[in-house]
């Protein structure tokens, strides 16, 4: 008679935690994962890790030549809706550059803007990698891809906010962490590139996920100070900071996947980190797969450390 205690004990210890086995996309290799949620449904955005050949890409190194998105309404069951964006119809891509790498997409005015940083094909005014913009009328497309580049950016891994008065601002990586506004299109800059704060000085940092909770700005990123990169957090009271780094979300990889890289999202009153780690690939970090583990904030707003759930 004392079960139904037992089981409605367990389902409120349980209740708003996620039991999803880690990795939770295996049809492919994913990484880079951006989580949103769109009318009540989770959709993540990652990169698409395929094997680079001596034909295709550069051997030993990662490759990518489109996207796919991934929706769920329970982080358990999920469904791929295929490829959104491919190299070779972005007219500003340098063809066969392979090199699709993290994105995000936000919505705005009903419509779905995918940014996603690869390598131009005319090299004259940018070098390397900037950040393009497609757009959809839905989360899983149809994207248009714009015929150019967002002017003014320079680096990869773009993450966007959309801060409570309207303003959406735009962050990148190019070894530091830059930020600038957006203009209500979403597809110029509204501002020159500026830096957030007093990061850490040393060590590569990318791929910033900015999100706003109970008035605090969290900039959170990967930085790689040793061999592998450590998630990490600096904290501020506006968007373009000044930023004070407070701590680690996420240690270095114990098993040497060399990047790691998130997203942050609350969904049905739980906080959730996705990342990545390379658990269906151990000899070769850069075929990666992505992870979804529950995020708790204490009481005080710091972000309490996230332990992988392993396989
Ligand atoms: O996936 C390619 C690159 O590796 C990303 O852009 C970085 O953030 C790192 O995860």
Same mark, same amino acid.
């Given at each position: 008679?004392?079960?139904?205690?037992?089981?409605?004990?367990?389902?409120?210890?349980?209740?708003?935690?996620?039991?999803a086995?880690?990795?939770?996309?295996?049809?492919?290799?994913?990484?880079?994962?951006?989580?949103?949620?769109?009318?009540?449904?989770?959709?993540?955005?990652?990169?698409?890790?395929?094997?680079?050949?001596?034909?295709?890409?550069?051997?030993?190194?990662?490759?990518?030549?489109?996207?796919h998105?991934?929706?769920?309404?329970?982080?358990?069951d999920?469904?791929?809706?295929?490829?959104?964006?491919?190299?070779?119809?972005v007219?500003?891509?340098? /063809?066969?550059?392979?090199?699709?790498?993290? @994105?995000?997409?936000?919505? %705005?005015? &009903?419509? *779905? !803007?995918?940014?996603? =940083?690869?390598?131009?094909?005319?090299?004259?005014?940018?070098?390397?990698?900037?950040?393009?913009v497609?757009v959809?009328?839905?989360?899983?497309?149809?994207?248009?891809?714009?015929?150019?580049?967002?002017?003014?950016v320079?680096?990869i891994?773009?993450?966007?906010?959309?801060?409570?008065?309207?303003?959406?601002?735009?962050?990148?990586?190019?070894?530091?962490?830059y930020?600038?506004?957006?203009?209500?299109?979403?597809?110029?800059?509204?501002?020159?590139?500026?830096?957030?704060?007093?990061? /850490?000085?040393?060590?590569?940092?990318e791929? @910033?996920?900015?999100?706003? %909770?109970? &008035?605090? *700005? !969290?900039?959170?990123? =990967?930085?790689?100070?040793?061999?592998t990169?450590?998630?990490?957090?600096?904290?501020?009271?506006?968007?373009?900071?000044?930023?004070?780094?407070?701590?680690v979300?996420?240690?270095?990889?114990?098993?040497?996947c060399?990047?790691?890289?998130?997203?942050?999202?609350?969904?049905?009153?739980?906080?959730?980190?996705?990342?990545?780690?390379?658990?269906?690939?151990?000899?070769?970090?850069?075929?990666?797969?992505?992870?979804?583990?529950?995020?708790?904030?204490?009481?005080?707003g710091?972000i309490?450390?996230?332990?992988?759930?392993?396989?």
């Open positions: 008679r004392k079960l139904p205690y037992v089981l409605s004990g367990l389902a409120f210890l349980l209740a708003g935690t996620v039991q086995q880690n990795p939770f996309i295996t049809n492919q290799f994913t990484a880079d994962p951006t989580a949103r949620v769109f009318n009540g449904r989770v959709y993540v955005y990652p990169s698409h890790d395929i094997l680079a050949t001596p034909e295709r890409g550069r051997v030993g190194w990662f490759c990518m030549e489109d996207y998105v991934f929706s769920s309404a329970n982080l358990t999920w469904t791929d809706h295929g490829v959104i964006v491919t190299q070779n119809k007219p500003w891509v340098k /063809p066969d550059s392979y090199s699709m790498w993290a @994105p995000d997409c936000i919505a %705005r005015n &009903g419509k *779905y !803007y995918f940014y996603f =940083p690869t390598t131009p094909q005319d090299t004259t005014s940018i070098k390397g990698f900037t950040v393009g497609a959809a009328d839905k989360p899983t497309g149809p994207f248009v891809p714009e015929p150019q580049p967002i002017k003014g320079r680096g891994d773009p993450n966007v906010l959309i801060d409570k008065d309207g303003q959406a601002y735009l962050y990148w990586s190019q070894g530091e962490i930020a600038a506004k957006l203009k209500p299109n979403m597809l110029e800059l509204a501002s020159e590139p500026v830096t957030l704060g007093e990061l /850490p000085t040393k060590g590569l940092k791929g @910033p996920f900015v999100f706003e %909770r109970q &008035g605090i *700005y !969290y900039l959170t990123y =990967p930085h790689v100070e040793n061999k990169e450590r998630l990490e957090y600096a904290t501020s009271t506006s968007p373009l900071g000044p930023f004070t780094v407070k701590g979300i996420m240690d270095e990889s114990p098993t040497g060399w990047t790691n890289h998130h997203s942050i999202l609350p969904f049905n009153n739980q906080w959730y980190l996705f990342y990545h780690h390379n658990d269906l690939s151990p000899a070769f970090d850069k075929s990666r797969s992505v992870r979804l583990d529950s995020l708790f904030f204490e009481p005080n710091t309490r450390k996230v332990v992988p759930t392993l396989r």
